[in-house]
């Protein structure tokens, strides 16, 4: 069995049904409708809100509210059995700027049966970054999206869109995402989740519901928009760091950052990743290990990246260290056989320049029959230091393999500007992104810069495996530069690859 509890994944559980959303145009409708549905309980938790985001836009505006605090007003004016909990990240002030102010206020004053909570239950300089939506414990979405300003688009990415403006009015950039809708039992632990978490932050004691009748499934929520993954067996895999005052009642979980080692293991035709970073020393060291194993068939590794951070801060924190994985991944598929394919996404302008489209969604495809979507960037902290939500699935046939292959396949015909039928027909992915880098079909090469200057000390405290000792940066500046440089700096290229003969033999690809 692939997926075991308390290394891979917190637990194994069943979906009655299962499917993927692409983008925030169909998800933020799908939200519009769920909390229509809600009858007695809705549990909503993330990263960021914004009670202003209008989930529906354009021609699916429908009579009646259409912004989230006017959605949710009207259902419990609606509903007198209907309650609703918000827990939401209570963000360091490094964000403050990128955030609506007073949401506590403006969540958890306007009705006496909406209520709302900070999440400060993670270590210092840690963040609470799962995103779950539960429907009376019937039906639950998660994956990379939050309901919150910014976010909104479509998958075609029009540069000229004038539905994708934040509540301000101002227009936004082009966004990727990837969510996903499970019901039943998967629905069910979900929501335990969720309340876990809400009683650690001090919040009622409360106990998850589960509605009798059927639940709202994606056809009525997605009007058909949604793409069908395998039902069944559904694996849930978290991270969660304790803080010092919880160690005891809140275990820790590194499940995310094991599930994708052993899914890169598995790997004998190829690894489809979409990721907003790549920065996780674990996650380059499985991918080189797998690469070195000349015993094994070559593989295709394909990455979808943003173009850059997706704000200067984060460029200064991880923008170094991610071209350096880069640059190893690399160079160990050129030595040892594989193709390595790393590109953005975007659209030319009429000016000629290409406007990139942000990728946010947290994707891992394995021969089309492992598969990852959640909350986890591919970073340090992502697999070690914040709260993470993902789940996974493993195809047992045919049919479940080839609902695989058609999320796969539509992402890359939404990244490339193709149709999904000439992905579907392809035995690989390269010869078809070449052809899409050669035509300038909305998928560009992205080229790593250098990475000699990369300071690793401020990558131990912007992207840390686990929670920041001071004392180790105040007392041991010498060790901590030694023991991060033979992990993953450029002394660990020399143990990773050097030993092979790679050094300045590898010439760049072209």
């Not at 999320?407 to 070449?434: F, K, N, P, Y």
């Amino acid at each position: 069995m692939f997926f075991s509890p308390t290394s891979n994944c917190s637990f194994v559980t069943e979906s009655d049904e299962t499917a993927a959303i692409v983008d925030a145009h169909h998800y933020y409708r799908a939200v519009h409708r769920a909390i229509g549905d809600a009858r007695r309980q809705l549990f909503m938790t993330g990263w960021q809100f914004h009670t202003e985001v209008q989930l529906v836009r354009g021609v699916e505006l429908e009579n009646g509210p259409v912004t989230l605090i006017e959605r949710l007003l009207q259902c419990l004016n609606a509903r007198p059995e209907l309650e609703v909990y918000i827990l939401a990240w209570e963000y360091s002030a490094m964000f403050a700027i990128e955030r609506q102010w007073g949401q506590k206020l403006l969540f958890g004053s306007r009705h006496p049966r909406m209520h709302f909570l900070w999440d400060s239950c993670h270590p210092p300089g840690a963040s609470h970054h799962q995103k779950i939506v539960t429907v009376d414990g019937s039906y639950a979405f998660t994956g990379g999206m939050d309901v919150c300003q910014d976010r909104w688009d479509t998958r075609a990415h029009h540069l000229d869109d004038q539905l994708r403006v934040n509540p301000d009015g101002h227009p936004v950039k082009p966004y990727h995402d990837v969510q996903t809708y499970v019901a039943g039992p998967a629905a069910e632990r979900l929501a335990s989740i969720f309340v876990e978490r809400w009683l650690l932050n001090g919040g009622a004691p409360l106990s998850p519901l589960v509605r009798s009748e059927p639940p709202m499934g994606p056809a009525l929520l997605l009007d058909g928009d949604e793409l069908p993954l395998p039902s069944g067996e559904v694996a849930v895999a978290q991270t969660v760091a304790p803080p010092e005052d919880h160690a005891e009642d809140m275990p820790q979980r590194h499940e995310v950052r094991q599930l994708y080692a052993d899914m890169v293991g598995r790997a004998e035709r190829f690894i489809y990743i979409e990721n907003q970073y790549f920065t996780s020393r674990s996650l380059t060291r499985a991918l080189i290990e797998r690469l070195e194993d000349d015993g094994r068939p070559r593989i295709e590794v394909v990455m979808i990246l943003p173009q850059g951070g997706d704000t200067p801060k984060e460029q200064l924190a991880l923008g170094d260290a991610q071209s350096f994985a880069l640059q190893s991944v690399r160079k160990a598929c050129k030595l040892h056989g594989h193709t390595f394919r790393l590109s953005y996404t975007g659209r030319r302008g009429t000016d000629g320049d290409v406007v990139a489209t942000f990728i946010h969604s947290k994707v891992m495809v394995v021969d089309d029959e492992y598969l990852t979507i959640g909350s986890a960037n591919a970073t340090n902290r992502s697999f070690g230091h914040d709260s993470e939500l993902n789940l996974a699935w493993q195809a047992r046939d045919d049919e479940q393999r080839d609902q695989v292959r058609r999320l796969r396949v539509s992402l890359l015909a939404e990244h490339t500007g193709t149709e999904a039928s000439s992905w579907l027909e392809a035995e690989g992915m390269v010869d078809g992104i070449d052809g899409a880098w050669r035509a300038g079909r909305r998928l560009f090469r992205l080229e790593p810069p250098s990475s000699s200057d990369r300071d690793p000390l401020l990558s131990l405290v912007t992207d840390p495996v686990g929670p920041v000792d001071a004392d180790l940066l105040a007392d041991r500046v010498d060790e901590a530069w030694e023991d991060l440089a033979q992990s993953f700096g450029w002394m660990s290229l020399e143990a990773w690859l050097g030993r092979h003969g790679v050094g300045d033999r590898i010439e760049e690809e072209p």
